[in-house]
């Protein structure tokens, strides 16, 4: 029995195609990311040391504010009058740790050359900012006036430091 060659042919073919073509599907989506963020601000300082005072000259010392907000938020840094009964913000005063009722006025600017009061009344006497991509240090410049004559003792006081945003 003779077998065709075209058969032949044809049956190779058969044998080594698969036996069936697969074709490939996809589908496809998509999906929506979201964040807000918020305006957001910390605050730290560091402490005001004015070391010994003698009545005969001024005492002068610095301390840093330093703030980290969101980029582009502006806000205000306002320092209070202090914890001593009857301070200002415009006349702070420490007290006396042993002799309790001892004060000594200091005062707390915004300026190197100690001129503008640094007070707690947005829009009068706090320092305006915008925050950026780096934290902002604002420096306090503090003076104890001379001629002070108070009791001999260690004095102190606590700034309250408020960022309003």
Same mark, same amino acid.
């Given at each position: 029995?003779?077998?065709? =060659?075209?058969?032949?042919?044809?049956?190779?073919?058969? =044998? !080594?195609?698969?036996?069936?073509?697969?074709?490939?599907?996809?589908?496809?989506?998509?999906?929506? =990311?979201?964040?807000?963020?918020?305006?957001?601000?910390?605050?730290?300082?560091?402490?005001?040391?004015?070391?010994?005072?003698?009545?005969?000259?001024?005492? !002068?010392?610095?301390?840093?504010?330093?703030?980290?907000?969101?980029?582009?938020?502006?806000?205000?840094?306002? !320092?209070?009058?202090?914890?001593?009964?009857?301070?200002?913000?415009?006349?702070?005063?420490?007290?006396?740790?042993?002799?309790? #009722? #001892?004060?000594?006025?200091?005062?707390?600017?915004?300026?190197?050359?100690?001129?503008?009061?640094?007070?707690?009344?947005?829009?009068?006497?706090?320092?305006?900012?915008? #925050?950026? #991509?780096?934290?902002?240090?604002?420096?306090?410049?503090?003076?104890?006036?001379?001629?002070?004559?108070?009791?001999?003792?260690?004095? !102190?006081?606590?700034?309250? =430091?408020?960022?309003?945003?």
């Amino acid at each position: 029995m003779r077998i065709p =060659v075209c058969f032949l042919v044809g049956a190779t073919i058969a =044998v !080594l195609a698969p036996s069936s073509v697969v074709m490939a599907a996809t589908a496809t989506t998509s999906f929506l =990311v979201t964040a807000t963020v918020l305006k957001f601000c910390t605050v730290l300082a560091t402490p005001l040391a004015f070391g010994n005072y003698t009545s005969s000259a001024d005492a !002068l010392s610095t301390s840093t504010i330093t703030v980290t907000c969101t980029a582009g938020t502006g806000y205000n840094i306002g !320092l209070n009058a202090g914890a001593a009964a009857g301070a200002t913000v415009t006349t702070r005063q420490m007290s006396g740790t042993t002799v309790t #009722a #001892a004060r000594l006025d200091y005062f707390l600017y915004s300026d190197s050359g100690r001129t503008t009061n640094w007070g707690n009344t947005v829009g009068t006497d706090t320092v305006s900012l915008t #925050a950026g #991509a780096v934290p902002i240090i604002s420096t306090v410049y503090g003076r104890v006036p001379a001629g002070q004559f108070v009791a001999p003792d260690a004095y !102190l006081d606590t700034i309250g =430091v408020t960022v309003t945003y």
